[in-house]
């Protein structure tokens, strides 16, 4: 009966107690530059999906373009929409990119003066905010209605010019 026991024992390992959940499953943890909140996330997970979640949980405020891990002093590191989020070490963290941030990005590649950065770091919601309820002015119109009128113009010379198309032709061969 041992021998017996102890085949079964190496066909059919014995089963172990439910392990305890391991309190040092590997997890990223991402700053969102909108709501001040620390997000947590499994390895693996990709930078769109959770780009897409943080998003999603917002409760206003800029939304997040994507994520970059940052050091003080060192080039930031932008993850794709499909790169995999990835701690790299001590004084590395993970952070959103914001829209309001992306737009002073570019704006600032662009600039050679500090005057433009600095009015868009202090103004930068309602600057955008200032283009997109701007009223329709009377010179906007005007605009509008001349084009009009050129499109009408020019469709009366064509009809104009495809009316006589024929007496032309017959000018043309007849002087032949």
Known sequence: ???????????????????????????????????????????????????????????????????EAVKEGEEPVSFGPNSVLVEYGDGWKLQTV?????????????????????AMISDASHHMKERSSKPISLWYIGKILLAFVFIFVMGAVFSL????????????????
């Open 98 to 118: 914001t829209q309001v941030e992306g737009i002073w990005k570019a704006e600032s590649n662009r600039a050679t003066t500090g005057h433009i950065r600095s």
């Open 161 to 176: 010019a495809l009316e006589n198309l024929p007496r032309l032709i017959l000018f043309i061969n007849s002087s032949m």
């Open 1 to 67: 009966m041992a021998a017996a026991e102890e085949q079964d024992s190496k066909v059919n390992p014995p089963i172990p107690a439910a392990d305890p959940p391991n309190p040092s499953l590997p997890i990223v943890e991402v700053i969102c530059k909108s709501s001040g909140k620390t997000r947590r996330f499994a390895t693996g997970t990709e930078a769109g999906f959770a780009v897409s979640l943080i998003n999603r949980k917002l409760d206003g405020g800029p939304m997040a373009l994507h994520i």
